[in-house]
Each structure stands twice: as structure tokens, then as C-alpha cells.
């Protein structure tokens, strides 16, 4: 099904109470994701399920407007700011909106709804949890499609008797589209957005040297640092860059070959799914044979490393993430700050590399493997666990384990030791192919 995001409505009568644009933007709306009715509800007072929900679809543009910069490019975070600019709750009105979220990774948005709770003090109970992606393409259409309706409902009040209509939205949307068409505006405000503040907000400062650094380090590199860093940034970048001297030097086999492979992926494709491919690309490159695991001699030989780098190591690091310094002249040469203690963690953080090396233009000078909740991480550790732990060969190794849809710590530990990872990303992996559920995700002790 072709992915997209509608907003469908009917205009209902302006009221005679309340804030005349809002009024005015009174509508029978329903939402559908990919399809999906998100809006589909249980009236308790008139005891019937329908699917609008009657909503001010002006604040709910004007809401989408106002934090358009953030919920295209921001990842998602675990605070209350974040909530206030990405869940539709905060759209506010004295309307009951639905339980739903916008978490964008850059390339596509995770659009998220939760069911109201069975005994709620509405009196409307939303009745669908659902997890939905869309390109970003079709969340910015989406968007501007509804922004533009309800623009067009204002305009047609002109010159009537409900007065009051302000052109705050108005403004709003001409100021976003204008910086949505000039190149050097909207880095800067993508860059705000990423680093969590709204727009005009960030130290002016900040946004000056982290451009700066990009023109030496890569624009995509400062990017996916903001999304990780955030108000760290600068510091981060510097300890980073201070840890350079202690990184190990690696060089890719076959790296002219497979950059020019994994080019040609599908670029529509999601993160995850370009990244097995491109993990498969390598293997199959490399020489790996189908169920062999990439044991660290073979690791070590392919990347002209030294068996150390991968080998279990004492103290803490203090360093935020590992990352990869490209050579300026050799392609597939570069150095490895890893960060990780034990060698499974090592390993995966060596693969991701590996992978974001693969994949970046050669301008990309520092190649971090953060935690944000971007599409180039979701990309690096896709890549990561099928190179060392393929799918199809985890799942031969669990054979009829899945019958029932579970499995033991015992069966998890041999496969995370057969194939050198960690325990957590056998379960990770499993729970991401619905071999498992997400109740049995605590780590094995």
C-alpha cells in the first residue's frame, strides 16, 4: 500500500463561543496512516463508535505549523519538551485529541497512536494503537495539504459576520514555506531542530561554529552529532577529535567495489532494509561462507586491523562514542575509536563503522556511531547485525525453538557465542522479526 498521510474533513457550522479562527476551523476530521484510521472512536455520552473526532483542524494546523522544523528533522527524545512539539495532546484547544505521535529519523516518520485507557474521564475514547511509517516526502505532503485546506476555510469567512480571524496562521506558514525554499535558512533551522530547539531559538553562536566544523568534519557527521549531543556538541566534537591520536588504523577489503554496490540500492527503501542488503553485499564480497560466522581472526584479516582493537579491555573510555577518522587519500582507510569494554561490543561498533564508511561521500571526515534515533543509526546497526549475525542464519540456528514463539537464556547465549555478539542483540534482532515478543527483551544475565 502506497504510503501517505491524510487528513480528511468535513466543515461543520462555525460555533457563536471561542476564538473566531478556531471556530471557523471546526471540522469532522479523521486521520489515516497508510491507510489505517487512526481517528476511529467511542462516543460514551451518545453511546456510539464513528469515525471523526469533531476537532478545531485550525489549531491543529496552526500546532503543525508552528513546530513543522522540529518534527521533520528532530529524532525522537524521551522529554516533556520533545512530547510538547511531537504529540498531538499538546495541540491543546480544550479539544480531546488523540494519542498520537510524529518521531522522524530524517529519512521517514514513525507515526504512533495509543488507545485511550479503558476507564478515561472523556468523554471520547479513542479505540486504535497503531505504529505506522511514511516517507518524509509524504508527512511534509500530508502536512502541507492540510495546512493549505484550512488557509482556504479562513479566506472564504472574508467579509462575513464572524469576525476576529487573525492571519496568525497565515503568517506562520508563509514564514515556514519561505525557509523551507531557501537553502542556507533551512540548514540552519534543520540544525536547530536536531539539536531540540525551536525556531530562532538556538544560540546563534552555536549554529555558527557547528557550520563551521561541517565544512572540515561533513555536514552529515555535525548533523548526526547535534541529533546525539545536543547542548554537548561542541564539547563532544572535541573530545572526539582530541581522541583521534588513540585511534587504530583499519583499511576495508574490496571497499572501491562495494561502495559502488551499495550506491545502488534502492534509496526508497527504509534504513534497515537498504542496510541488510548492503551487509550482504559484504559478506558475499568478503567471502562468507552462509552460516559462517565472521570470527575476529577473519574480521581482523579483512580490515588489516590488529587483534587487539576487537579484544576485551579494562577502564572506562572517555570518550562519548566511537567513531571513524576517514584517511584523506585512500579510500577505505581510516582509523577506529571504539568504545565498548567487552569484544562482542567491539565488534559491533567496528561493523557499524564499517557500514557508515560504505555509505558516506568522501567528505564525511568523521563517521559517528551515536545513539540519536536517525536514520543513519538505524542504518549502521542494521548493517552491524546482519554482517555478524545474519537473520536467516540465527534463525536456522533456533530452528523449531519458535514453535511457540518463545525461547530460553540458554538458546540465546549459544547463538550470541556461536556468532560472537551480545546476548541482546540476538534478542534484539529476534524481536524485530517477530520471532519474539517484546515482553522477553530484558538482557539474559
Known sequence: MKQ????NFEWLAAANAGDASARAGLAALSITINGRLATELEDLLAKTVRTVARLSAYNLALWLAANWWRL????????????????????????????????????AVL??????????????????????????????QGIDQLVEAVLERLASF?????????????????????????PETARWRKLEAQLGYDPGEAPTALIAALHTKAVKLGQGAIEEMACASQSRVIEDLATLQGGQSQAVPATIANYDSLHQQISQLDC????????????????TQWGVAAGQPLRNSDL???????ASAISDTEGATPYPLAAGFRDETAHGSLKVLLTKRRATGRRFELARLVGDDLTNQPTEKLLPATQAKTARQKFQRAFAQE???????????????????????????????????????????????????????????
Not at 528532530?74 to 512530547?83: A, G, I, L, S, V
Not at 485529541?97 to 529519523?105: H, K, M, N, T, Y
Not at 472574508?158 to 525554499?181: F, H, K, P, Y
Open 158 to 182: 472574508s467579509g462575513t459576520n464572524l469576525v476576529g480571524i487573525d492571519g496568525t496562521l497565515a503568517a506562520l506558514w508563509a514564514e515556514v514555506c519561505e525557509e523551507r525554499r531557501t
Open 111 to 140: 507515526i504512533s497512536g495509543r488507545a485511550s485507557p479503558e476507564k478515561t474521564v472523556s468523554l471520547i475514547r479513542y479505540l486504535h494503537a497503531f505504529d505506522e511509517t511514511i516517507s518524509a516526502a509524504q508527512f511534509e
Open 268 to 283: 526508497f527503501q527504509l534504513s534497515w532494509q537498504r542496510a541488510e542488503q548492503a551487509a550482504a553485499l559484504v559478506r
Open 300 to 306: 581482523c584479516d579483512l580490515l588489516s586491523l590488529q
Open 387 to 445: 554482517l555478524l549475525c545474519p537473520f536467516s542464519e540465527l534463525d536456522k540456528f533456533f530452528g523449531s525453538h519458535f514453535a511457540s514463539h518463545s525461547t530460553d537464556d540458554d538458546a540465546v547465549e549459544d547463538a550470541a557465542s556461536h556468532f560472537q555478539v551480545s546476548p541482546l542483540l540476538v534478542k534484539t534482532t529476534l524481536v524485530n522479526r517477530g520471532r519474539l515478543s517484546r515482553s522477553e527483551m530484558t538482557p539474559s544475565s
Open 72 to 107: 521533520r528533522w528532530e529524532p525522537q527524545r524521551d522529554t516533556m519538551h520533545w512530547k510538547m512539539a511531537h504529540q498531538m495532546g499538546a495541540v491543546g484547544g480544550g479539544y480531546a485529541w488523540p494519542d498520537i505521535s510524529f518521531a522522524s529519523d530524517g529519512d
Open 4 to 7: 501517505n498521510l491524510q487528513f
